[in-house]
């Protein structure tokens, strides 16, 4: 199974937003970045700035707007002028900004595309260049309609459930997004525990020589099916494993067992 794209987005989260990752990411082809507003306890944009402004201009940058120092928003006008200080704080505009978690703030339908609206028209006003929804639990979204974003971010993986991934695509079907990027494929960290008791290699079509962190990152573009995903090290060595990752193919027989395995389990 291949995917549309295979594209890497390098994710700022938890980073430390260091030089010398971002010159081996370019070097690697890895030309996404993704941060957010509250990134690096609310210092992202301004240390991206800080740090390697200059490298900036080799990346797509794409940000989100939504939590602020004290919590989250989805008031309208508090977006708009996150968007306008993101510009300032990069010394650029984001090539994508994301509504950031909406489900936290969003009790209802007119809520919702009040904020989706004002990210809309910043996209439209030359403030960025386009403009998405970034969601960890896309639930409580299903029954909502915003205008079509130009990409919508859910989360993606062997670790995602099956009620979340269903509510993801749905979400898709529904909203009509221009692409669909995954994020958190290793459900925070390569180290937990649950990649050492199963091997991940059985998703990947006849690639043995794969490692088991590698076939974990590329079966993650089919749970979803997605364009990108997102994430985060601060290890060189990782990304560049990352990177190679995507010569290989998923066994879509495979996925689809898994899918009917994750359903029955959800019935019991």
Known sequence: MRTADGTIVLGLHRSGHARDLLEAAADLDVTRLDTASNYLRHRSHEVLKTTAGDLLPKF??????????????????????????????????????????????????????????????????????????STWDPRSLMDFDVPSPDVLMVRAGLLVGVDVLEAAEALAMRWCPSQVWGMSPFGGSTAEAVW???????????????????AAFRSSYGLPRVHAVAVGTDDVAHLR???????????ENVVREYRQLLKARQRA
């Open 60 to 133: 797509s940058v794409s940000t989100k707007v939504g939590y602020f120092p004290e919590g989250h928003s989805l008031a309208p006008a508090r977006l708009r002028v996150a968007v306008e200080q993101a510009i300032k704080d990069l010394g650029r505009e984001p090539d994508l900004v994301f509504l950031h978690n909406p489900e936290h703030s969003a009790s209802d339908a007119e809520t919702l595309e009040q904020a989706c609206t004002v990210l809309a028209d910043a996209a439209q006003g030359g403030l960025c260049r386009s403009w998405g929804v």
């Open 196 to 214: 050492e008791r199963f091997d991940p290699r059985i998703f990947l079509r006849g690639s043995p020589s794969a490692t088991k962190i590698q």
């Open 241 to 251: 494993e990352l990177t190679e990752a995507l010569a290989y193919e998923v066994e």
